[in-house]
């Protein structure tokens, strides 16, 4: 997302310039929904089908472990009472061990999950970036900016090139690669 901020904040700078260098009516500005393409998408849908498949993947592993605690501790409370001091501690520092080994891998899956997320984002924009970049040249936009970045406070939908990116981004998507 800081490509998206950098646009628009670069888009903020250089507005001011070419409206101030050349004519208005030379000037031709657009917009994409960059989230709209991300979630749309065949390959935006692909990402975001794999990683909903990993993070069921996990979560099915994490309950396991979550199960494993909750027997522990329901044997805990209900044989507590018939151990030894010493078998007791042993079965509660077992427990909190196991605990402990659950919310680091909890907070270990949750990380690795978003890092793949943003890298398969991340993906997604540079290409998408480079595809905008021909679009706009052949069409004579001057200026292309993200719709949901807050820039925009008003635009035609005759300007809108979500669609269009949108369009191009699939039909690269299904060429064979080189």
Same mark, same amino acid.
């Given at each position: 997302?800081?490509?998206?901020?950098?646009?628009?904040?670069?888009?903020?700078?250089?507005?001011?310039?070419?409206?101030? @260098?050349? +004519? %208005? !009516?030379?000037? &031709?500005?657009?917009?994409?929904?960059?989230?709209?393409?991300? *979630?749309? =998408?065949?390959?935006?849908?692909?990402?975001?089908?794999?990683?909903?498949?990993?993070?069921?993947?996990?979560?099915?592993?994490?309950?396991?472990?979550?199960?494993?605690?909750?027997?522990?501790?329901?044997?805990?409370?209900?044989?507590?009472?018939?151990? @030894?001091? +010493? %078998? !007791?501690?042993? &079965?509660?520092?077992?427990?909190?061990?196991?605990?402990?080994? *659950?919310? =680091?891998?909890?907070?270990?899956?949750?990380?690795?999950?978003?890092?793949?997320?943003?890298?398969?984002?991340?993906?997604?924009?540079?290409?998408?970036?480079?595809?905008?970049?021909?679009?706009?040249?052949?069409?004579?936009?001057?200026?292309?900016?993200?719709?949901?970045?807050?820039?925009?406070?008003?635009?035609?939908?005759?300007?809108?090139?979500?669609?269009?990116?949108?369009?191009?981004?699939?039909?690269?998507?299904?060429?064979?690669?080189?």
């Amino acid at each position: 997302m800081k490509l998206i901020a950098r646009t628009t904040a670069l888009a903020l700078v250089i507005f001011p310039a070419l409206a101030a @260098s050349a +004519d %208005a !009516k030379d000037i &031709k500005i657009g917009y994409v929904d960059l989230q709209q393409i991300l *979630f749309n =998408s065949e390959r935006g849908k692909q990402a975001k089908e794999a990683l909903s498949s990993e993070y069921e993947e996990r979560k099915t592993l994490l309950k396991k472990h979550y199960d494993e605690i909750q027997q522990m501790e329901e044997d805990i409370q209900s044989k507590g009472s018939l151990l @030894s001091e +010493d %078998a !007791k501690k042993k &079965k509660e520092e077992a427990y909190w061990d196991k605990r402990r080994d *659950f919310q =680091s891998q909890t907070e270990k899956h949750e990380t690795e999950l978003r890092k793949k997320d943003m890298e398969l984002t991340q993906k997604i924009l540079v290409e998408v970036q480079a595809l905008l970049q021909d679009l706009a040249k052949k069409k004579g936009y001057t200026l292309v900016i993200e719709k949901n970045e807050g820039a925009v406070l008003y635009a035609a939908d005759s300007e809108d090139l979500t669609k269009d990116v949108l369009g191009v981004y699939d039909a690269a998507g299904k060429k064979p690669k080189k």
